[in-house]
């Protein structure tokens, strides 16, 4: 076959025509651009710092209108709009901002809230409420009402701090029941009457726990009665062996029931208490004797603590003011044998930053001088084998633990304000921030033990906030921010005794008490507490840093350095936030709590209260 002539200069394959790739590339680029623009605007939280750089680079004083409020967001053109979940009622105190929702695990609150101020809190837990009945009626001197008044302020805190909703009950809420008036016609001892006005009282509340005002809880918060009490069900009328009428638990029905029982009884006549009137042998179930509540019955005094015995039977108001000094130091023992490691003062960065944990020092060192007692080194009535009082360690370590045996006290700083003293002056800039400092670094070593180093911020978030709200780790800790100045009222409340001030004070910490500070960091921290001119230094630069941040967003268009700050450490500034929040959230509740119980009982005037009344409301 012979070969195939071709044209002269062709080729010897068949040429094919190569497409047009040009719109081809210039969609694809497109659409990568179009991808990196997305990706790079969704994290613009974390670049907050960089942009701010550059209008400062630009120049403070030229104002330039901000086109994003004018223009839709093109980043998410197909993305529907959201609406920001409802403004909860009392959710704001102050500049703390809070949403109550059971996603309050989630790292960051602004994915819920859509607020980056607003912190996302554990819902409240429903405090059941304990009753007590307290007579205003009978004849009783004026210093013995104002001893008996403190007690019962006593027995409010103690019950409050353990998560109970305490309520004094009078004659009035027994006037209200329906029973009332049978009881009226009946031929009652004294004793009996008085107890029975108790329970009717009780059953116009409806169901709860009943006690008398010198039971108190002596034990650990997540101690066994304590933690059934506080679920607030009680599906039967129970009483508990060796405290009498101390203590009742059940549901209205039920203790409705018993009244009217009692009303009928045949053993009515002659009778003292309750339960050698009723017939009925199982009206009640009877639980076992708790060991978790201190009963401060006549009984109990004259066999453990005679002189206030003595004192009660000389003069009744010098003893029911002994009674309740022994009650204070008891409460006070019982906290300090529940943290037998001491006391855990976090200080992550040491003495650099010692005026930041000065207020958390001036707690333990309070917590840690025993109160008074008239009978030294007595222990409560349901714990005979305590340890008495006396001073714990004080422990200073830079990152929190698991262990159970000590109690933490946590001071968690502004990020700006952690920034200037670590800086040693209050002039810092963006360079400093993003070239100088590690993101995040308060909450990386508080965790570190825990924790390891390799975790980012989103897990550590999630630790710290367990730590500080979780159910079972609340009670083992305080947690407060640096720059809030605490009172001991709040304090008290908190812990569920009165606090022994000694000389220290937490006013004077928060002021200028720099010798006050001294002498704790110098008795405590040997050898590393800051020298006297390092404390001096630190406390001017802490108070322009408290000015500056309560002025934050007030600066037009020159660099908000909080700002800056806050975008570098977007997980310090959630936990900062998180804690305020919670402090504030928990403040609310017990101020909004006093202020309902005194339309009941009256005002702070004594002309706007009846005699008697209110005066166990605390006013420091």
Same mark, same amino acid.
């Given at each position: 076959?012979?070969a195939?002539a071709?044209?002269?200069?062709?080729?010897a394959?068949?040429q094919i025509?190569?497409?047009?790739?040009?719109?081809?590339?210039v969609f694809?680029?497109?659409?990568?651009?179009?991808?990196l623009?997305?990706?790079?605007?969704?994290?613009?939280?974390a670049?907050?710092?960089?942009?701010?750089?550059?209008?400062?680079?630009?120049g403070?004083g030229?104002?330039?209108?901000?086109?994003t409020?004018?223009?839709p967001d093109?980043?998410?053109?197909?993305r529907?709009?959201?609406?920001?979940?409802?403004?909860?009622?009392?959710?704001?105190?102050?500049?703390?901002?809070w949403?109550?929702?059971?996603?309050?695990?989630?790292?960051?609150?602004?994915?819920?809230?859509?607020?980056?101020?607003?912190?996302?809190?554990p819902?409240p837990?429903?405090?059941?409420?304990?009753?007590?009945?307290?007579?205003?009626?009978?004849?009783?001197?004026?210093?013995v009402r104002?001893?008996?008044?403190?007690?019962?302020?006593?027995?409010?805190?103690?019950?409050?701090?353990?998560?109970?909703?305490?309520v004094?009950?009078?004659?009035?809420e027994?006037m209200?029941?329906p029973?009332y008036?049978?009881?009226?016609v009946?031929e009652?001892?004294p004793a009996?009457?008085a107890? &029975?006005m108790?329970? #009717?009282?009780? /059953?116009?509340?409806? =169901?709860?726990?009943l %006690?008398?005002w010198?039971? !108190?809880?002596?034990?650990?918060?997540?101690?066994h009665l304590?933690s059934y009490?506080?679920r607030?069900?009680?599906?039967?009328?129970?009483?508990?062996?060796? &405290?009498?009428?101390? #203590?009742?638990s /059940?549901?209205?029905? =039920?203790i409705?029931? %018993?009244?009217?029982?009692v !009303?009928?009884?045949?053993?009515l006549?002659?009778?003292?208490s309750?339960?050698?009137a009723t017939?009925d042998?199982?009206?009640?179930?009877?639980?076992?004797?708790?060991?978790?509540l201190?009963?401060y019955?006549p009984g109990s005094?004259?066999?453990l603590?005679?002189?206030i015995?003595d004192a009660?039977?000389?003069?009744q108001a010098?003893?029911?003011t002994?009674?309740l000094?022994?009650?204070?130091?008891?409460?006070?023992?019982?906290?300090?044998?529940?943290?037998p490691?001491g006391?855990?003062?976090?200080s992550?960065?040491?003495?650099?930053s010692?005026?930041?944990?000065?207020?958390?020092?001036?707690i333990?060192?309070?917590?840690?001088?025993?109160?008074e007692?008239?009978?030294?080194?007595?222990?409560?009535p349901n714990?005979?084998a305590?340890?008495?009082?006396?001073?714990?360690?004080?422990?200073?370590p830079?990152?929190?633990?698991?262990?159970?045996?000590?109690?933490?006290?946590g001071?968690?700083?502004h990020?700006?304000t952690?920034?200037v003293?670590?800086?040693?002056?209050p002039d810092?800039t963006?360079k400093?921030?993003?070239?100088?400092?590690?993101r995040?670094?308060?909450l990386?070593i508080?965790?570190?033990?825990?924790l390891?180093?390799?975790?980012?911020?989103?897990?550590?978030?999630?630790?710290?906030?367990e730590e500080?709200?979780?159910?079972t780790?609340?009670?083992?800790?305080?947690?407060?921010?640096?720059?809030?100045?605490?009172?001991?009222r709040?304090?008290?409340?908190?812990?569920?005794?009165?606090l022994p001030?000694?000389?220290?004070s937490?006013?004077d910490?928060?002021?200028?008490?720099?010798?006050?500070?001294?002498?704790?960091?110098?008795?405590?921290m040997k050898?590393?507490?800051p020298?006297e001119?390092a404390?001096?230094?630190q406390?001017?630069?802490?108070?322009?840093?408290?000015?500056?941040i309560?002025k934050?967003?007030?600066?037009?268009?020159?660099?908000d350095?909080?700002?800056?700050?806050?975008a570098?450490?977007?997980?310090?500034?959630?936990?900062?936030?998180?804690v305020?929040?919670y402090?504030?959230?928990?403040?609310?509740?017990?101020?909004?709590?006093?202020?309902?119980?005194r339309?009941?009982?009256?005002?702070?005037d004594?002309?706007e209260?009846g005699e008697?009344?209110?005066?166990?409301?605390?006013?420091?």
């Amino acid at each position: 076959m012979s070969a195939k002539a071709y044209p002269k200069n062709a080729s010897a394959y068949p040429q094919i025509s190569s497409p047009k790739r040009g719109p081809l590339v210039v969609f694809l680029t497109g659409a990568l651009l179009f991808v990196l623009f997305i990706s790079t605007s969704s994290v613009s939280d974390a670049s907050a710092a960089v942009k701010v750089a550059k209008e400062h680079a630009n120049g403070p004083g030229i104002s330039r209108p901000k086109l994003t409020a004018l223009l839709p967001d093109v980043r998410y053109p197909f993305r529907q709009a959201a609406h920001e979940p409802p403004v909860q009622r009392n959710s704001t105190s102050g500049e703390a901002k809070w949403y109550s929702d059971w996603k309050w695990m989630n790292p960051f609150s602004s994915t819920i809230t859509l607020d980056e101020h607003r912190s996302v809190l554990p819902p409240p837990a429903a405090r059941p409420p304990i009753y007590t009945f307290y007579n205003t009626e009978n004849e009783k001197t004026e210093e013995v009402r104002a001893a008996e008044s403190k007690l019962l302020l006593t027995w409010r805190r103690a019950w409050w701090a353990q998560g109970f909703k305490p309520v004094i009950l009078g004659r009035a809420e027994a006037m209200k029941n329906p029973l009332y008036e049978t009881l009226q016609v009946k031929e009652l001892t004294p004793a009996l009457e008085a107890e &029975l006005m108790r329970w #009717l009282a009780w /059953g116009h509340m409806g =169901s709860g726990v009943l %006690a008398n005002w010198l039971l !108190l809880p002596m034990g650990a918060y997540d101690d066994h009665l304590l933690s059934y009490l506080r679920r607030g069900q009680y599906p039967r009328l129970t009483r508990y062996e060796n &405290l009498g009428s101390g #203590l009742y638990s /059940g549901d209205q029905p =039920s203790i409705q029931a %018993a009244i009217a029982i009692v !009303l009928q009884s045949r053993k009515l006549t002659g009778a003292k208490s309750i339960l050698e009137a009723t017939s009925d042998p199982d009206m009640f179930a009877v639980d076992p004797k708790p060991s978790d509540l201190a009963f401060y019955d006549p009984g109990s005094l004259t066999a453990l603590y005679k002189p206030i015995t003595d004192a009660l039977l000389t003069n009744q108001a010098q003893g029911l003011t002994l009674l309740l000094s022994l009650i204070s130091s008891h409460l006070h023992t019982n906290f300090l044998n529940n943290y037998p490691s001491g006391f855990a003062v976090l200080s992550p960065h040491g003495s650099q930053s010692a005026v930041i944990f000065s207020q958390a020092l001036a707690i333990a060192h309070s917590l840690n001088t025993c109160t008074e007692s008239p009978v030294p080194r007595s222990c409560p009535p349901n714990m005979p084998a305590c340890t008495p009082c006396s001073p714990l360690k004080i422990n200073y370590p830079r990152s929190k633990s698991n262990d159970t045996t000590l109690f933490n006290i946590g001071t968690i700083p502004h990020p700006y304000t952690l920034a200037v003293l670590l800086a040693q002056r209050p002039d810092i800039t963006v360079k400093y921030i993003r070239r100088d400092t590690e993101r995040d670094r308060w909450l990386q070593i508080v965790t570190r033990d825990t924790l390891g180093t390799k975790l980012g911020g989103t897990n550590r978030i999630v630790s710290l906030k367990e730590e500080v709200a979780g159910e079972t780790s609340a009670a083992r800790g305080i947690w407060m921010t640096a720059e809030q100045n605490l009172q001991w009222r709040d304090l008290e409340w908190h812990f569920g005794f009165e606090l022994p001030r000694a000389d220290v004070s937490v006013q004077d910490v928060a002021a200028s008490g720099t010798n006050v500070q001294m002498k704790m960091f110098t008795s405590s921290m040997k050898p590393q507490a800051p020298t006297e001119e390092a404390l001096v230094q630190q406390k001017d630069i802490f108070a322009k840093a408290k000015q500056a941040i309560s002025k934050a967003g007030k600066a037009g268009d020159k660099v908000d350095m909080k700002e800056v700050v806050e975008a570098w450490n977007l997980a310090d500034t959630e936990a900062w936030r998180f804690v305020r929040a919670y402090e504030a959230r928990g403040k609310m509740e017990w101020t909004s709590w006093e202020e309902e119980e005194r339309k009941f009982i009256g005002g702070d005037d004594e002309e706007e209260r009846g005699e008697g009344w209110g005066r166990w409301f605390d006013r420091a």
